[in-house]
């Protein structure tokens, strides 16, 4: 596992040269990945598919890791542009409308490249959790907790952190494992749809009488009345 330092760019460009510079070496990047896969992927590659020198790509990013971390902040901002959008497009919406729109976002930006994800997900080492995407967690459930508290009188579910967390997680994992094992169905909407349903009937859906979830039935409780269970 890489250092979290070592992955991070050495320097950020400042001018329009530096940035279509930058964008190159990243684009060349993610290329060699969808194409020749994580094994053929170097530094020396990049710079060759960029068109520019391996002490231009030093310039920015120190090492192959650092390119790796980039990919992630890029998607990450893919991410947040499409929750921003959806949250000033629909905020006051239905409680459905808002939940279908969200999910809709994050599967739009897992499908801007799904092949470079599939390659990030099935065969780059893991580089650890990273300054930008801590960042992004503590504001997407930061984001989701708010929601779900303006929308109290809507909501079933009595403990609004635990449904924050199943809410986040269920949609990272669902969407993330979907990228590599069921592209047709995220391209398709069904996952949108079906996580939609899922979500909502959690959130929304009262237990009987509103005592909180039904209890799991016991083995005991499944038998017939008035016979005993055969002693052991």
Same mark, same amino acid.
């Given at each position: 596992?890489? @250092?979290?330092?070592?992955?991070? %760019?050495?320097? @950020? ?28 992927? !170097? ?52 409680? %459905? ?41 503590? @504001? !997407? ?29 269920? &949609?990272?994992? !669902? ?17 949108? @749809? ?9 959130? !929304? &859906? ?17 038998? %017939?009345?008035?016979?005993?269970? %055969?002693?052991?």
């Amino acid at each position: 596992m890489a @250092r979290l330092d070592a992955s991070r %760019p050495r320097k @950020r460009p400042s001018q329009a040269r530096s940035h279509a510079t930058v964008d190159a070496i990243v684009g060349a990047a993610a290329r060699i990945l969808v194409r020749d896969g994580y094994g053929a992927f !170097t530094t020396n590659r990049v710079a060759d598919a960029a068109g520019v020198s391996v002490g231009s790509l030093y310039q920015y990013f120190p090492n192959k890791e650092s390119l790796l971390a980039e990919l992630k902040v890029r998607h990450i901002a893919d991410l947040e542009r499409g929750l921003d959008a959806v949250m000033a497009r629909v905020g006051d919406a239905p409680l %459905p409308v808002i939940v279908h729109a969200v999910i809709a976002a994050n599967v739009a930006a897992h499908l801007i490249d799904p092949a470079l994800h599939r390659v990030l997900s099935t065969e780059v080492p893991q580089l650890g959790p990273s300054d930008a995407s801590t960042a992004f967690e503590q @504001r !997407t459930v930061a984001r989701v907790r708010a929601l779900l508290t303006s929308r109290r009188r809507e909501i079933a579910v009595r403990d609004l952190d635990l449904a924050t967390y199943l809410v986040v997680r269920t &949609v990272e994992a !669902t969407i993330h494992e979907a990228v590599v094992e069921r592209p047709n169905d995220l391209a398709s909407g069904a996952i949108t @749809r079906e996580v939609t349903r899922l979500l909502l009937g959690y959130l !929304t &859906v009262s237990s009987p009488a509103g005592r909180g979830p039904s209890p799991v039935p016991s083995a005991s409780r499944g038998r %017939p009345r008035g016979r005993r269970a %055969p002693r052991r």
